[in-house]
């Protein structure tokens, strides 16, 4: 099974609403983190946000905020007031297991943001 | 703080040929990571080091990749018997911890013909 599944190929916004961007997770093991990266056109991952599986309260970072339904095993990026810098490739992705090193991604959602 | 270097950015090579990147992380990050990524994919993990210990490595990976973090500063990816189905870009990453996301290099972009 994927570990990490993005469903949604491309997506539209419209400046300065809000959009979200989905992710679904599959993990056994109670100790996990999610991350989700941007990679503009030029070709550079930025990591935008983190979420630990223990973590209560969802994580925020200026205008990104991550979903965390743990139950649902989602951990959705919820963008607001999107900006035309905001189009881009996103990628959610998994660590597992507590200190650990390898992440997993998944295969991302391209972002176009219209004026 | 300079970010993730990585060199070259570009690299065009026969198929047969040996070829070998250069990644210099954040000088305080001890964490390590080679990823491959081709394109409409997300990147694939080949390795990992903290310090100089190279502490996991894909099964993906054949015998012909090695890599090296010599004194835990600058790392090595080393391709041996280049195939086309080598071309893609080569990112490395470092980070401080495991909560921490990655900080990401420019990428090597590799084209085996």
């Known amino acids: 099974a994927q570990k990490i599944t993005q469903t949604q190929p491309g997506m539209f916004v419209q400046e300065k609403e809000a959009v979200t961007l989905d992710c679904t997770y599959d993990?056994?093991?109670?100790?996990?983190?999610l991350f989700w990266y941007k990679q503009p056109s030029s070709g550079e991952m930025i990591f935008l946000i983190y979420?630990?599986?223990?973590?209560?309260q969802n994580a925020t970072e200026g205008r990104y905020s991550l979903n965390f339904q743990k139950a649902r095993k989602s951990a959705n990026l919820v963008i607001s007031a999107s900006q035309l810098g905001d189009s881009a490739m996103y990628f959610c992705?998994?660590?597992?297991?507590?200190?650990?090193?390898?992440?997993?991604f998944g295969d991302g959602t391209t972002l176009t943001v219209k004026p | 703080d300079t970010g993730v270097s990585q060199d070259p950015r570009h690299k065009i090579t026969k198929r047969g040929q040996n070829v070998t990147f250069r990644c210099d992380p954040i000088?305080?990050?001890?964490?390590l990571y080679w990823y491959r990524q081709t394109l409409g994919q997300g990147p694939e993990f080949l390795t990992y080091?903290?310090?100089?210990?190279?502490?996991?490595k894909s099964r993906l990976l054949s015998d012909r990749f090695s890599a090296e973090r010599p004194k835990g500063s600058f790392s090595t990816l080393e391709i041996q018997r280049t195939e086309q189905g080598d071309s893609a870009m080569y990112l490395c990453?470092?980070?401080?911890?495991?909560?921490?996301?990655?900080?990401f290099g420019s990428g090597t972009r590799l084209t085996v013909v």
């Open positions: 990453a470092s980070s401080l911890r495991s909560d921490y996301g990655y900080t």
């Open positions: 993990t056994s093991d109670p100790s996990y983190g």
């Open positions: 979420q630990g599986s223990y973590d209560q």
């Open positions: 992705a998994m660590r597992e297991g507590l200190n650990a090193g390898k992440s997993t």
């Open positions: 000088s305080e990050h001890n964490r």
């Open positions: 080091f903290q310090n100089e210990a190279q502490l996991e």
